[in-house]
């Protein structure tokens, strides 16, 4: 159903806003002037907090998805999750999710060695050269050689809610996304569990957890997944704790799989 790694992993799961306040005895004429002075002296502050340029040579997103696939990209974008740290014959390598301001991606098989992984924390940006590949409906890039750069950026969560069942989902794959108002439904017909070890109920702690919930009529399949947020997480105990007909909120990264497949790491009481 996915790819797996029976290797050594590392699991992760786990603005500044500027006011200006000025106050002046002065007239009209001089107030203004300070105010505008304050407005300018500010704008560096905020413009810091956004994610910086595209160097040079590098795509932007919309660059990214019109390139052909098996063909090679440059990008840069910042760390939201990590979801695995291995080591085979050929190397170190590491499994993220990274998003900038325009679109999210997912690198699959990306060469990082251990001490540089430990470096990519939730933020941290970094400039990678790959191929740009398609697994299954999953659009990613593989075998992408890490450059740690020098920047930060974390994405909010889109709410994706209205747009689930719909064509235009698969425009924010990969991104981290919400889902609010959910309802749990039996995770197979004519049980009461919540819940699935394995996407078919075949497997056991530790592995991959399925649930079902449903908004507006319709049903879907979410996933924690394990190489993400492992049986000590918060949201693989959470999951477990879910009774048919609870109410919740999610989060998580819109992986794609044979059609939408997130992978969930946050799950509440809806708000």
């Given at each position: ?108 098989n990306a060469v990082v060695t251990q001490e540089d992984y430990e470096k990519l924390e939730v933020g941290t940006k970094f400039k990678a050269t790959g191929y740009k590949s398609e697994w299954s409906g999953e659009i990613e890039i593989t075998e992408a050689v890490i450059e740690i750069e020098e920047g930060s950026f974390t994405a909010e969560a889109f709410d994706a809610t209205a747009l689930l069942g719909t064509d235009d989902l698969i425009a924010h794959q990969n991104e981290k996304v ?94």
């Amino acid at each position: 159903m996915k790819k797996k790694l029976a290797i050594a992993l590392v699991f992760a799961c786990t603005m500044m806003s500027v006011s200006v306040y000025a106050e002046s005895a002065q007239p009209v004429e001089a107030a203004a002037e300070a105010v505008e002075a304050a407005e300018d002296t500010a704008a560096p502050a905020e413009e810091a907090a956004a994610p910086a340029a595209k160097s040079e040579g590098v795509m932007t997103y919309e660059e990214y998805m019109a390139a052909e696939m098996d063909t090679e990209v440059v990008i840069e974008a910042y760390v939201q999750a990590k979801q695995s740290w291995w080591e085979d014959e050929q190397g170190p390598k590491a499994t993220i999710y990274a998003q900038d301001e325009d679109g999210a991606y997912f690198l699959y098989n990306a060469v990082v060695t251990q001490e540089d992984y430990e470096k990519l924390e939730v933020g941290t940006k970094f400039k990678a050269t790959g191929y740009k590949s398609e697994w299954s409906g999953e659009i990613e890039i593989t075998e992408a050689v890490i450059e740690i750069e020098e920047g930060s950026f974390t994405a909010e969560a889109f709410d994706a809610t209205a747009l689930l069942g719909t064509d235009d989902l698969i425009a924010h794959q990969n991104e981290k996304v919400s889902f609010k108002g959910m309802t749990v439904e039996p995770a197979q017909e004519g049980s009461d569990a919540a819940y699935l070890y394995s996407y078919d109920g075949s497997g056991s702690e530790g592995d991959d957890l399925y649930f079902n919930v449903s908004v507006n009529g319709a049903v879907y399949t979410f996933t924690v997944e394990s190489y993400l947020c492992d049986s000590s997480s918060d949201v693989y105990k959470a999951v477990k704790e879910l009774k048919v007909g609870d109410v919740i909120d999610l989060e998580g990264f819109l992986y794609w799989y044979e059609g939408a497949n997130p992978h969930i790491t946050s799950v509440k009481a809806a708000q």
